[in-house]
Protein backbone atom coordinates (compact mmCIF):
# COMPACT_ATOMS: atom_id res chain seq x y z
CA UNK A 1 0.00 0.00 0.00
CA UNK A 2 1.05 3.63 -1.09
CA UNK A 3 0.90 6.12 1.61
CA UNK A 4 1.04 9.92 0.64
CA UNK A 5 0.54 13.33 1.30
CA UNK A 6 -0.33 15.66 -1.45
CA UNK A 7 1.03 14.29 -3.90
CA UNK A 8 4.27 11.72 -2.37
CA UNK A 9 4.13 7.66 -2.25
CA UNK A 10 7.50 6.62 -2.60
CA UNK A 11 10.04 6.06 0.24
CA UNK A 12 13.48 8.00 0.32
CA UNK A 13 16.27 6.56 -1.84
CA UNK A 14 12.95 6.41 -4.89
CA UNK A 15 11.04 9.50 -3.91
CA UNK A 16 10.07 11.77 -6.86
CA UNK A 17 11.69 15.17 -6.51
CA UNK A 18 8.47 16.74 -7.08
CA UNK A 19 5.78 14.20 -6.24
CA UNK A 20 5.51 16.27 -3.10
CA UNK A 21 6.48 19.77 -3.81
CA UNK A 22 5.40 19.65 -7.50
CA UNK A 23 7.09 22.58 -9.19
CA UNK A 24 8.85 23.83 -6.49
CA UNK A 25 11.71 21.54 -7.00
CA UNK A 26 13.98 21.71 -9.89
CA UNK A 27 12.44 18.62 -12.00
CA UNK A 28 10.34 15.56 -12.07
CA UNK A 29 11.91 11.74 -11.38
CA UNK A 30 10.21 10.21 -14.21
CA UNK A 31 7.31 8.12 -14.03
CA UNK A 32 8.69 5.26 -16.11
CA UNK A 33 11.07 2.84 -15.54
CA UNK A 34 13.17 4.07 -17.94
CA UNK A 35 14.83 7.14 -16.85
CA UNK A 36 14.63 10.86 -17.26
CA UNK A 37 13.43 11.77 -21.10
CA UNK A 38 12.40 14.98 -22.08
CA UNK A 39 8.59 14.59 -21.90
CA UNK A 40 8.66 13.02 -18.52
CA UNK A 41 10.88 15.64 -16.84
CA UNK A 42 8.97 18.99 -15.25
CA UNK A 43 10.17 22.04 -16.03
CA UNK A 44 9.95 25.45 -14.03
CA UNK A 45 12.14 27.34 -16.25
CA UNK A 46 11.93 30.78 -17.97
CA UNK A 47 9.92 30.94 -21.77
CA UNK A 48 12.94 33.13 -22.78
CA UNK A 49 16.43 32.75 -21.58
CA UNK A 50 17.29 35.40 -19.09
CA UNK A 51 20.18 37.89 -19.48
CA UNK A 52 23.34 36.93 -17.64
CA UNK A 53 23.57 38.62 -14.22
CA UNK A 54 26.13 41.33 -13.62
CA UNK A 55 29.63 39.52 -12.40
CA UNK A 56 30.00 39.78 -8.68
CA UNK A 57 32.58 41.40 -6.69
CA UNK A 58 35.53 39.19 -5.44
CA UNK A 59 35.60 39.14 -1.70
CA UNK A 60 39.10 40.45 0.08
CA UNK A 61 41.26 37.36 0.63
CA UNK A 62 41.10 35.89 3.59
CA UNK A 63 37.63 37.18 4.64
CA UNK A 64 35.15 34.48 5.39
CA UNK A 65 31.37 34.91 4.46
CA UNK A 66 29.16 34.88 7.62
CA UNK A 67 27.60 31.56 8.02
CA UNK A 68 23.67 31.10 7.74
CA UNK A 69 21.62 30.54 10.40
CA UNK A 70 20.35 26.61 10.54
CA UNK A 71 17.91 24.33 12.22
CA UNK A 72 18.13 21.17 13.63
CA UNK A 73 17.49 18.62 10.84
CA UNK A 74 14.30 16.83 11.12
CA UNK A 75 13.83 13.14 12.06
CA UNK A 76 11.92 10.64 13.45
CA UNK A 77 10.93 11.89 17.03
CA UNK A 78 11.30 15.89 16.17
CA UNK A 79 8.59 17.82 17.38
CA UNK A 80 5.94 19.90 15.62
CA UNK A 81 3.93 22.70 17.06
CA UNK A 82 3.93 20.83 20.51
CA UNK A 83 1.73 18.11 18.92
CA UNK A 84 2.99 16.11 15.85
CA UNK A 85 5.79 13.89 16.41
CA UNK A 86 7.63 12.38 13.13
CA UNK A 87 8.11 9.01 12.75
CA UNK A 88 9.24 8.20 8.99
CA UNK A 89 9.92 10.39 6.31
CA UNK A 90 7.89 9.58 3.18
CA UNK A 91 9.65 11.44 0.83
CA UNK A 92 11.62 14.39 -0.29
CA UNK A 93 11.99 17.14 -3.25
CA UNK A 94 14.08 19.88 -3.80
CA UNK A 95 12.37 22.37 -1.63
CA UNK A 96 10.86 20.19 1.46
CA UNK A 97 10.18 16.84 2.85
CA UNK A 98 7.26 14.74 3.66
CA UNK A 99 6.79 12.96 7.00
CA UNK A 100 4.50 10.61 8.24
CA UNK A 101 3.49 11.22 12.27
CA UNK A 102 1.46 10.99 14.74
CA UNK A 103 -0.73 13.51 17.21
CA UNK A 104 0.91 13.08 20.24
CA UNK A 105 -2.40 13.68 22.05
CA UNK A 106 -5.39 12.26 19.83
CA UNK A 107 -2.60 9.14 18.72
CA UNK A 108 -3.81 9.91 15.27
CA UNK A 109 -1.56 9.28 12.23
CA UNK A 110 -1.35 12.28 10.02
CA UNK A 111 0.96 13.41 6.94
CA UNK A 112 3.03 16.54 7.34
CA UNK A 113 4.74 19.07 4.39
CA UNK A 114 7.67 21.00 5.82
CA UNK A 115 9.54 23.28 3.37
CA UNK A 116 13.41 23.23 4.12
CA UNK A 117 15.10 25.82 5.42
CA UNK A 118 16.23 27.78 2.36
CA UNK A 119 12.66 27.37 0.71
CA UNK A 120 11.56 29.17 4.03
CA UNK A 121 13.53 32.58 2.95
CA UNK A 122 11.82 32.27 -0.70
CA UNK A 123 8.70 34.47 -0.72
CA UNK A 124 7.29 33.47 -3.57
CA UNK A 125 7.67 29.22 -2.66
CA UNK A 126 6.19 30.13 1.11
CA UNK A 127 3.08 31.78 -1.06
CA UNK A 128 2.31 28.77 -3.09
CA UNK A 129 2.79 26.52 0.19
CA UNK A 130 -0.05 28.89 2.03
CA UNK A 131 -1.64 28.99 -1.02
CA UNK A 132 -1.55 25.13 -0.86
CA UNK A 133 -2.88 24.62 1.84
CA UNK A 134 -5.61 27.30 0.94
CA UNK A 135 -7.01 25.24 -2.22
CA UNK A 136 -7.36 21.59 0.11
CA UNK A 137 -9.41 23.46 2.02
CA UNK A 138 -11.40 24.32 -0.39
CA UNK A 139 -11.64 20.54 -1.75
CA UNK A 140 -14.72 19.02 -0.33
CA UNK A 141 -15.10 14.98 -0.13
CA UNK A 142 -12.02 11.74 -0.87
CA UNK A 143 -10.55 13.30 -4.06
CA UNK A 144 -7.95 15.05 -2.58
CA UNK A 145 -6.30 15.00 0.85
CA UNK A 146 -8.34 15.99 3.71
CA UNK A 147 -6.40 19.40 5.33
CA UNK A 148 -6.24 19.05 9.20
CA UNK A 149 -3.99 21.49 9.66
CA UNK A 150 -1.33 24.77 8.68
CA UNK A 151 0.84 25.63 11.42
CA UNK A 152 4.27 27.36 11.94
CA UNK A 153 6.74 25.94 14.20
CA UNK A 154 9.57 28.24 16.17
CA UNK A 155 12.09 26.00 15.06
CA UNK A 156 11.34 24.33 11.40
CA UNK A 157 8.94 26.89 10.00
CA UNK A 158 5.75 26.39 8.17
CA UNK A 159 4.17 23.03 7.87
CA UNK A 160 1.28 21.50 6.04
CA UNK A 161 -0.81 18.77 7.65
CA UNK A 162 -3.36 16.67 6.36
CA UNK A 163 -4.41 13.21 6.49
CA UNK A 164 -2.42 10.30 5.19
CA UNK A 165 -3.77 8.83 1.98
CA UNK A 166 -3.31 5.24 1.84
CA UNK A 167 -3.67 2.79 -1.67
CA UNK A 168 -1.91 2.34 -5.07
CA UNK A 169 -0.33 4.90 -7.30
CA UNK A 170 -1.87 5.25 -10.73
CA UNK A 171 1.89 5.33 -11.59
CA UNK A 172 2.64 1.68 -10.73
CA UNK A 173 -0.88 0.98 -12.31
CA UNK A 174 0.49 2.04 -15.12
CA UNK A 175 3.49 0.13 -15.11
CA UNK A 176 1.75 -3.14 -15.61
CA UNK A 177 -0.47 -3.56 -19.15
CA UNK A 178 -3.76 -2.10 -18.84
CA UNK A 179 -6.69 -3.32 -21.30
CA UNK A 180 -9.74 -0.82 -22.35
CA UNK A 181 -11.58 -1.99 -20.24
CA UNK A 182 -9.54 -1.51 -17.03
CA UNK A 183 -8.30 2.17 -18.51
CA UNK A 184 -12.39 3.19 -19.23
CA UNK A 185 -12.30 2.19 -15.07
CA UNK A 186 -9.43 4.35 -14.20
CA UNK A 187 -10.81 7.07 -16.97
CA UNK A 188 -14.00 7.47 -15.10
CA UNK A 189 -12.65 7.56 -11.58
CA UNK A 190 -9.62 10.16 -12.18
CA UNK A 191 -12.50 12.51 -13.90
CA UNK A 192 -15.04 12.18 -10.93
CA UNK A 193 -12.18 13.10 -8.71
CA UNK A 194 -11.18 16.36 -11.45
CA UNK A 195 -14.62 17.30 -11.14
CA UNK A 196 -14.60 17.31 -7.69
CA UNK A 197 -11.81 19.91 -8.21
CA UNK A 198 -13.43 22.23 -10.40
CA UNK A 199 -16.52 22.44 -8.88
CA UNK A 200 -14.28 23.75 -6.06
CA UNK A 201 -12.68 26.32 -8.43
CA UNK A 202 -9.68 24.69 -8.19
CA UNK A 203 -7.09 23.80 -11.88
CA UNK A 204 -4.36 21.46 -10.87
CA UNK A 205 -2.27 22.24 -13.69
CA UNK A 206 0.10 18.86 -12.83
CA UNK A 207 -2.30 16.14 -13.15
CA UNK A 208 -0.03 13.00 -13.80
CA UNK A 209 -0.13 9.43 -12.60
CA UNK A 210 2.41 10.08 -9.60
CA UNK A 211 -0.30 12.54 -8.30
CA UNK A 212 -3.25 10.10 -8.31
CA UNK A 213 -3.52 7.49 -5.53
CA UNK A 214 -6.80 4.92 -6.19
CA UNK A 215 -7.98 3.97 -2.50
CA UNK A 216 -11.03 2.48 -1.35
CA UNK A 217 -13.56 4.21 1.17
CA UNK A 218 -15.16 2.25 3.98
CA UNK A 219 -18.05 1.37 1.49
CA UNK A 220 -15.59 -0.78 -0.15
CA UNK A 221 -15.68 1.47 -3.64
CA UNK A 222 -12.44 2.63 -4.81
CA UNK A 223 -11.86 5.98 -5.83
CA UNK A 224 -8.85 8.20 -7.30
CA UNK A 225 -7.63 11.06 -4.87
CA UNK A 226 -5.41 13.63 -6.49
CA UNK A 227 -2.09 15.17 -5.01
CA UNK A 228 0.32 17.81 -4.97
CA UNK A 229 -1.69 20.97 -5.36
CA UNK A 230 1.45 23.00 -5.25
CA UNK A 231 1.12 24.50 -8.64
CA UNK A 232 -2.68 24.76 -8.61
CA UNK A 233 -4.57 27.55 -8.69
CA UNK A 234 -8.33 28.83 -9.24
CA UNK A 235 -10.18 29.47 -12.24
CA UNK A 236 -9.90 32.37 -13.39
CA UNK A 237 -13.18 33.40 -12.98
CA UNK A 238 -13.03 32.92 -9.58
CA UNK A 239 -9.60 34.09 -8.43
CA UNK A 240 -8.53 37.57 -7.39
CA UNK A 241 -6.22 38.83 -9.82
CA UNK A 242 -3.18 39.88 -7.33
CA UNK A 243 -2.61 35.91 -6.62
CA UNK A 244 -4.35 34.56 -9.95
CA UNK A 245 -0.46 33.61 -10.62
CA UNK A 246 1.83 33.16 -8.19
CA UNK A 247 4.60 31.68 -10.31
CA UNK A 248 4.98 34.36 -13.13
CA UNK A 249 3.50 34.40 -16.15
CA UNK A 250 6.60 34.07 -18.20
CA UNK A 251 7.42 30.62 -16.48
CA UNK A 252 6.27 27.07 -16.86
CA UNK A 253 5.23 24.59 -14.34
CA UNK A 254 4.11 21.28 -14.75
CA UNK A 255 5.46 18.18 -16.30
CA UNK A 256 5.89 18.46 -20.28
CA UNK A 257 4.38 15.14 -21.16
CA UNK A 258 1.17 15.72 -19.74
CA UNK A 259 0.78 19.47 -20.16
CA UNK A 260 -1.78 21.06 -22.45
CA UNK A 261 -0.17 23.44 -24.93
CA UNK A 262 -1.97 26.68 -23.98
CA UNK A 263 -0.07 26.38 -20.15
CA UNK A 264 3.25 26.05 -22.47
CA UNK A 265 2.09 29.79 -24.01
CA UNK A 266 0.93 31.15 -20.42
CA UNK A 267 1.24 28.63 -17.55
CA UNK A 268 -0.82 31.69 -15.51
CA UNK A 269 -4.20 32.06 -17.15
CA UNK A 270 -5.11 28.07 -17.60
CA UNK A 271 -8.74 26.61 -17.71
CA UNK A 272 -10.15 23.89 -16.27
CA UNK A 273 -9.10 22.38 -19.92
CA UNK A 274 -6.02 22.13 -19.57
CA UNK A 275 -6.73 19.42 -16.83
CA UNK A 276 -8.98 17.49 -18.88
CA UNK A 277 -5.79 17.73 -21.76
CA UNK A 278 -4.16 15.63 -18.97
CA UNK A 279 -6.08 13.47 -18.16
CA UNK A 280 -6.19 12.13 -22.13
CA UNK A 281 -2.51 12.07 -21.84
CA UNK A 282 -2.66 9.41 -18.80
CA UNK A 283 -5.06 7.18 -20.74
CA UNK A 284 -3.24 7.79 -23.80
CA UNK A 285 0.06 6.13 -21.46
CA UNK A 286 -2.34 3.70 -20.09
CA UNK A 287 -2.88 1.96 -22.94
CA UNK A 288 0.22 2.42 -25.20
CA UNK A 289 2.66 2.39 -22.60
CA UNK A 290 4.04 5.57 -24.05
CA UNK A 291 3.80 9.93 -24.27
CA UNK A 292 1.05 11.19 -27.07
CA UNK A 293 3.80 12.25 -29.37
CA UNK A 294 5.99 9.17 -28.60
CA UNK A 295 9.09 8.45 -26.36
CA UNK A 296 12.64 10.55 -26.42
CA UNK A 297 11.85 13.18 -27.71
CA UNK A 298 14.04 16.82 -27.11
CA UNK A 299 12.22 19.00 -25.35
CA UNK A 300 11.94 21.54 -27.87
CA UNK A 301 10.66 18.78 -30.27
CA UNK A 302 8.22 18.25 -27.80
CA UNK A 303 7.03 21.82 -27.15
CA UNK A 304 6.98 22.06 -31.15
CA UNK A 305 4.81 19.38 -31.41
CA UNK A 306 2.00 20.33 -28.71
CA UNK A 307 2.09 23.63 -29.76
CA UNK A 308 1.74 23.00 -33.70
CA UNK A 309 -0.22 19.43 -34.18
CA UNK A 310 -2.41 17.33 -33.04
CA UNK A 311 -2.31 14.25 -31.22
CA UNK A 312 -2.35 11.07 -32.92
CA UNK A 313 -5.27 8.98 -32.63
CA UNK A 314 -5.01 6.58 -29.41
CA UNK A 315 -3.80 2.87 -30.88
CA UNK A 316 -5.43 -0.21 -29.18
CA UNK A 317 -5.59 -2.84 -31.65
CA UNK A 318 -8.89 -3.59 -31.21
CA UNK A 319 -11.79 -2.49 -34.07
CA UNK A 320 -14.67 -3.44 -31.65
CA UNK A 321 -16.86 -0.44 -29.79
CA UNK A 322 -15.60 0.22 -27.03
CA UNK A 323 -12.12 0.43 -28.20
CA UNK A 324 -13.40 3.18 -30.59
CA UNK A 325 -15.28 4.59 -28.38
CA UNK A 326 -12.36 4.91 -25.71
CA UNK A 327 -10.09 6.64 -28.89
CA UNK A 328 -12.64 9.02 -29.08
CA UNK A 329 -13.14 10.12 -26.19
CA UNK A 330 -9.49 10.44 -25.79
CA UNK A 331 -9.08 12.61 -29.23
CA UNK A 332 -11.01 15.22 -27.76
CA UNK A 333 -9.63 15.24 -24.33
CA UNK A 334 -6.41 16.13 -26.18
CA UNK A 335 -7.08 18.39 -28.77
CA UNK A 336 -4.76 21.17 -29.52
CA UNK A 337 -7.38 24.23 -28.80
CA UNK A 338 -9.25 24.51 -25.00
CA UNK A 339 -12.23 25.52 -26.73
CA UNK A 340 -12.23 22.60 -28.96
CA UNK A 341 -11.69 20.15 -25.96
CA UNK A 342 -14.49 18.04 -24.27
CA UNK A 343 -16.72 20.90 -22.20
CA UNK A 344 -15.48 19.56 -19.09
CA UNK A 345 -14.31 17.15 -16.37
CA UNK A 346 -18.00 15.67 -15.74
CA UNK A 347 -18.95 15.58 -19.64
CA UNK A 348 -15.81 13.49 -19.70
CA UNK A 349 -16.70 10.89 -17.26
CA UNK A 350 -20.11 10.77 -18.37
CA UNK A 351 -18.91 9.94 -21.64
CA UNK A 352 -16.40 7.23 -20.39
CA UNK A 353 -19.32 5.81 -18.37
CA UNK A 354 -21.38 5.62 -21.88
CA UNK A 355 -18.60 3.90 -23.59
CA UNK A 356 -17.79 1.46 -20.65
CA UNK A 357 -21.95 0.09 -21.40
CA UNK A 358 -21.33 -0.60 -24.95
CA UNK A 359 -22.18 -4.43 -25.55
CA UNK A 360 -19.22 -6.06 -24.28
CA UNK A 361 -17.12 -8.10 -27.27
CA UNK A 362 -17.67 -11.61 -27.92
CA UNK A 363 -14.03 -12.56 -27.66
CA UNK A 364 -11.46 -14.68 -26.04
CA UNK A 365 -8.75 -11.84 -26.15
CA UNK A 366 -7.84 -8.98 -24.48
CA UNK A 367 -5.24 -6.17 -25.28
CA UNK A 368 -3.44 -3.43 -23.80
CA UNK A 369 -1.96 -1.52 -25.76
CA UNK A 370 -0.17 -3.11 -28.90
CA UNK A 371 0.44 -6.51 -27.30
CA UNK A 372 -2.07 -8.89 -27.09
CA UNK A 373 -3.19 -10.71 -23.70
CA UNK A 374 -4.89 -14.21 -24.35
CA UNK A 375 -7.48 -14.93 -21.45
CA UNK A 376 -7.24 -18.75 -20.20
CA UNK A 377 -9.99 -20.94 -21.47
CA UNK A 378 -12.91 -20.74 -19.19
CA UNK A 379 -14.12 -23.95 -17.13
CA UNK A 380 -16.96 -24.53 -19.59
CA UNK A 381 -14.50 -24.92 -22.59
Avoid at 33 to 47: F, Q, R, T
Avoid at 181 to 197: N, T, W
Wanted: hydrophobic share 45%; net charge negative.
Amino acid sequence: MNEALAGTSKPDDSADPSSAFGALGPSDAPDGPEGPSASEVSIDVELVAPSMPPALPSKPPGRREPSRPSRPELAAGSLLGGIYRLTRKLGAGGMGEVWAAEHVRLRKTVAIKVLLPHAQTEPEIVARFEREAVLLARVEGDHAPYLLDFLTDDVYGSALVTELVNGESLADVLERPVSVEEALELGIEVAEALACLHRAGVVHRDLKPSNVILRRGADGVRRATILDLGVSCLAAENDDAAIADLTGADRVVGTMEYMAPEQIVCCGRVTPAADLYSLGAMLFRAITGAPVFGPGLDRFDLVHLKLTKEAPALPTARTDPRAHGLAAVVAGALARKPDERVASAESLREALVGVKELDDVASDVRTSGTRLIEEAPSAAA
